[in-house]
């Protein structure tokens, strides 16, 4: 079992730029993803003025703009939204900065509101038209004059697992990650500014790790091969009632691999390894032995490192402290556990469990199975004394549908969400 500090993952989440998403390896090159400036719905000009009014010449009543006219120190995260007069719909919304400049900005596919494509300027004036039509038909129009508040000086940290133009595997979930965590009565907030696209379209839902410091996006079963996934954490100046506010916005637009599937069974102590739903390669391996058993679960591999060197020195069990150098080596777990070759187990890899916790394989196999896999790989261990605890690593398959789900703060519908916009 290889030591990690798991401080130290966090804390390299958190010197990203804004622009940039976060993975749990940190060779990783770093490109920013494109948003969706083709689906923004705006329009050239705004109706200038500062007050909410109608149009010259139409007989309408005039809509209610939220932010209210006049309002001050907003959160650079406001979303546009009104009240049609009958309960209609809004139509189209177009924002200004006090320079002129029209923001970017799609509407919510509910018609709730319509979210800026990008966060607003700290402490700037802006101008919103929104325009709707009324259950009588008619057409309604408002204006509202706000400005933003100045940059907040306490803000809370986050880390998106994910970056653009790369392929994962087909159990890559969507990872945010926080620091400090978010209090569950916060979550709702945050959750409903974390966006996932998915193409073909997959419905899914974010689960909450208990201390609020990750959560996950998946679908009720593994991505599809060939699916497309943009994400976008938009989480720059969402106001929380501890006092911190939103750091940045994040996003990334991916894609998704063949389907590849490690299943480890402990009583046959032999790896099947699976490509496109067809056995590949059986391969024997050595588990944990009694004292540091493996854990049983599904996991996904993190992080791969061709050769790394394995310090346990600062282990409390005397036992249990070694370097020693490792090839092949694929993380799954944050608590050490990796698949790597062993070759000092070599042979008794089919037949008895001597490893840390890890998953031992030959030499050779290492170096087949480390040249087939991707990050976002899942591997299912069955038989073992340790059941898989969860956040110890990207455990958002160590649990079915209706588990995973249970750790939504917003509730999701039968088979999951379909995508904000």
Same mark, same amino acid.
């Given at each position: 079992?290889?030591?990690?500090g798991?401080?130290?993952?966090?804390?390299?989440a958190?010197?990203?730029?804004?622009?940039?998403?976060l993975?749990?390896?940190?060779?990783?090159?770093?490109?920013?993803?494109?948003?969706a400036a083709d689906?923004q719905?705006? &329009? +050239? $000009? @705004?109706?200038a003025?500062?007050? !909410?009014?109608?149009p010259?010449?139409?007989?309408?009543?005039?809509?209610?703009?939220?932010p209210?006219d006049?309002?001050?120190?907003?959160p650079?995260?406001?979303?546009?939204s009104?009240?049609v007069p009958?309960g209609?719909?809004?139509s189209?919304?177009?924002?200004?900065?006090?320079?002129?400049t029209?923001?970017a900005g799609?509407?919510?596919?509910?018609?709730?509101?319509? &979210? +800026? $494509? @990008?966060?607003?300027?700290?402490a !700037?004036?802006?101008?919103a038209?929104?325009?709707g039509?009324?259950?009588?038909?008619?057409?309604?129009?408002?204006?509202?004059?706000f400005?933003?508040?100045?940059?907040?000086k306490?803000?809370?940290g986050?880390?998106?697992?994910?970056?653009?133009?790369?392929t994962?595997?087909?159990?890559?979930?969507v990872v945010a990650?926080f620091?400090?965590?978010?209090?569950?009565?916060?979550?709702?907030?945050v959750?409903?500014?974390?966006?996932?696209?998915?193409?073909?379209?997959?419905?899914g839902?974010?689960?909450?790790?208990?201390?609020?410091?990750?959560?996950?996006?998946?679908?009720?079963e593994?991505?599809?091969?060939?699916?497309t996934?943009?994400?976008?954490?938009?989480?720059?100046g969402?106001?929380?009632?501890?006092g911190r506010?939103?750091n940045?916005?994040?996003?990334?637009?991916?894609?998704?691999g063949?389907?590849?599937?490690?299943k480890?069974?402990n009583?046959?102590?032999?790896?099947?390894?699976?490509e496109?739903?067809?056995?590949?390669r059986?391969?024997?391996?050595?588990l944990?032995?009694?004292s540091t058993?493996?854990?049983?679960?599904?996991m996904?591999?993190?992080?791969?490192?061709?050769?790394?060197?394995?310090?346990?020195?600062?282990?409390?069990?005397?036992?249990?402290?070694?370097v020693?150098?490792?090839?092949?080596?694929?993380?799954?777990?944050?608590g050490g556990?990796?698949?790597?070759?062993a070759?000092?187990s070599?042979?008794?890899?089919?037949?008895?469990?001597v490893?840390h916790?890890?998953?031992?394989v030959?030499?050779?196999n290492?170096?087949?199975l480390f040249?087939?896999?991707?990050?976002?790989?899942p591997?299912?261990?069955?038989?073992?004394?340790?059941?898989?605890a969860?956040?110890n690593?990207?455990?958002?398959?160590?649990?079915?549908w209706?588990q995973?789900?249970?750790?939504?703060?917003l509730?999701?519908?039968?088979?999951?969400?379909?995508?904000?916009?």
């Amino acid at each position: 079992m290889g030591r990690f500090g798991r401080a130290g993952a966090m804390l390299g989440a958190l010197v990203l730029t804004a622009s940039l998403a976060l993975t749990g390896c940190g060779d990783d090159d770093k490109k920013t993803a494109a948003g969706a400036a083709d689906q923004q719905q705006v &329009v +050239p $000009s @705004a109706v200038a003025g500062g007050t !909410t009014s109608e149009p010259a010449g139409t007989a309408a009543a005039p809509l209610k703009v939220n932010p209210t006219d006049g309002s001050l120190k907003r959160p650079v995260s406001t979303e546009i939204s009104a009240t049609v007069p009958g309960g209609g719909k809004v139509s189209e919304v177009v924002l200004t900065a006090a320079n002129g400049t029209t923001v970017a900005g799609r509407l919510r596919r509910d018609g709730s509101s319509w &979210v +800026p $494509s @990008a966060p607003l300027k700290y402490a !700037t004036r802006y101008t919103a038209t929104v325009t709707g039509t009324g259950a009588d038909g008619q057409t309604h129009q408002g204006t509202s004059t706000f400005t933003t508040m100045a940059k907040p000086k306490s803000m809370i940290g986050s880390g998106l697992y994910l970056f653009s133009g790369k392929t994962y595997g087909v159990a890559m979930p969507v990872v945010a990650e926080f620091s400090p965590g978010i209090p569950k009565k916060d979550r709702a907030a945050v959750q409903k500014r974390m966006f996932v696209q998915t193409d073909p379209p997959q419905p899914g839902a974010w689960h909450w790790v208990d201390n609020g410091t990750q959560a996950y996006y998946r679908a009720p079963e593994y991505w599809k091969p060939g699916t497309t996934i943009t994400v976008r954490l938009a989480l720059a100046g969402i106001p929380l009632s501890n006092g911190r506010y939103g750091n940045v916005d994040r996003s990334a637009t991916a894609k998704i691999g063949r389907a590849f599937e490690m299943k480890v069974d402990n009583a046959t102590k032999k790896m099947s390894v699976y490509e496109n739903g067809a056995l590949v390669r059986t391969l024997p391996v050595s588990l944990g032995k009694k004292s540091t058993p493996s854990s049983s679960g599904t996991m996904v591999v993190m992080e791969k490192k061709e050769s790394t060197v394995f310090d346990t020195r600062d282990d409390p069990d005397p036992e249990n402290r070694y370097v020693t150098k490792i090839d092949f080596a694929q993380r799954i777990t944050w608590g050490g556990e990796y698949i790597h070759a062993a070759p000092w187990s070599e042979g008794v890899q089919g037949r008895q469990n001597v490893s840390h916790g890890c998953v031992n394989v030959s030499m050779a196999n290492g170096r087949w199975l480390f040249g087939q896999t991707l990050v976002g790989d899942p591997i299912t261990v069955r038989g073992t004394a340790r059941k898989l605890a969860p956040g110890n690593g990207w455990t958002a398959w160590s649990m079915n549908w209706s588990q995973f789900v249970a750790g939504s703060a917003l509730p999701v519908p039968d088979g999951g969400a379909g995508p904000a916009f």
